[in-house]
């Protein structure tokens, strides 16, 4: 049961979304493919990292309200 729920879950829509616009803004600041990887690499942490605290915040207020 716990495994048809992770398959059917709709976050996993959030990982395709983040590599590609990671890599899209990588390449509109750079040319080479290594700094390209680089900022979307960095780009793609930062994203999920600020996901991460607006879910921890939601989860926090739900608690509460």
């Keep these: 049961m716990l495994l048809a729920t992770l398959w059917n879950n709709q976050l996993w829509y959030t990982l395709p979304l983040i590599v590609s616009v990671s890599l899209v803004y990588g390449a509109t600041r750079h ?32 608690w509460f309200v």
């Design 31 to 62: 040319e080479l493919m290594g700094p390209i990887l680089y900022q979307a690499f960095r780009s793609a942490v930062w994203m999920a990292g600020f996901m991460l605290v607006i879910f921890a915040v939601l989860f926090t207020l739900s």
